[in-house]
């Protein structure tokens, strides 16, 4: 199994015949992707070849589900598109928007997250890689050839971090790696995702990748200590962050002693996950926990 995104999944790219959508499509397609139509306005009718598949244009989110059966859409539009295109998309009854866009403004991304949520759309992202579960499908930017199936969990706030947890423990294998973004504002949270993979079969344990700034990870934390029966292996970037300063997404906001590195580490230990301070620490942890076949100490 996987979570969110499986090889039954019917996928629509917005803005499919841009430049980024082009490219991204074409690699979606060779991971296996079942890719059933982009959708712009002013090029409904049109087709485009990608290599061996030919993928139909639609003017309407609506007509692409209704001409597909499409329950996925990845969203490859400039920022000041991404609130329409995904209000589009819930409207239509889209089941998952993935929202690769980087720059979209704040109160947009609180309007569009809450707007689809109401109407029972799950958003991933905004500027996120999407997700991937491999040899099945991949919604979004995330390399295809750096890990096969396996039954790891992998959530995450930074789509580099994704790529190299992904790339460290590839003889494992994944279920489904999240890359949920790091804005201030994201559709789909670590809790969200840590609750599916609880309830997925197939994963047996759950990485958890989280950053300085806000008060994510430490909320995870208090859903893991109250509700994760499986084993989680964390990381968090920023260590090494100079105290004072922002760095990285727009996300990644510290105040005080308030959402540093230090301190969602302890939050995350004290529920019983174990943290490492590097990535290949944290992959070396996830092996040690696998080979151990029981969950950390509650």
Same mark, same amino acid.
């Given at each position: ?28 397609? %060779? ?112 390399? %295809? ?50 609750? %599916? ?85 944290? %992959? ?15």
């Amino acid at each position: 199994m996987a979570i969110y995104l499986t090889k039954e999944s019917k996928v629509l790219v917005q803005g499919m015949t841009g430049g980024e959508g082009m490219k991204h499509t074409r690699r979606m397609l %060779a991971a296996g992707t079942d890719v059933v139509g982009g959708v712009n306005p002013r090029k409904a009718g049109r087709t485009v070849g990608f290599d061996e598949r030919t993928v139909p244009v639609f003017g309407s989110v609506a007509e692409g589900i209704e001409a597909t059966g499409a329950d996925v859409s990845v969203v490859f539009v400039p920022p000041a598109f991404v609130r329409p295109a995904v209000t589009e998309a819930a409207d239509a009854g889209i089941g998952l928007a993935v929202v690769i866009t980087e720059g979209v403004p704040v109160h947009d991304s609180v309007a569009f997250t809450a707007y689809a949520t109401a109407r029972g759309t799950r958003v991933i992202g905004p500027n996120c890689p999407g997700l991937i579960s491999p040899g099945q499908s991949d919604a979004g930017i995330i390399p %295809a050839d750096i890990a096969k199936p396996g039954r790891i969990g992998l959530v995450s706030k930074s789509g580099t971090l994704t790529y190299q947890l992904m790339y460290e423990l590839r003889d494992v294998g994944f279920s489904t790696c999240v890359g949920i973004g790091g804005d201030p504002v994201v559709g789909t949270s670590h809790i969200d995702c840590l609750a %599916a993979f609880q309830d997925d079969p197939d994963t047996e344990l759950i990485v958890l990748i989280g950053e300085i700034g806000g008060d994510a990870e430490e909320r995870a934390a208090a859903y893991v200590r109250d509700h994760v029966t499986k084993p989680v292996v964390g990381y968090i970037a920023g260590f090494t962050a100079p105290e004072g300063r922002t760095m990285g997404h727009a996300g990644a906001i510290v105040s005080g002693s308030s959402g540093t590195a230090r301190a969602k580490k302890e939050a995350l230990e004290a529920a019983g996950v174990r943290v490492g301070d590097t990535p290949t620490e944290t %992959a070396r942890l996830v092996l040690a926990a696998l080979a151990e076949g029981t969950p950390p100490p509650a």
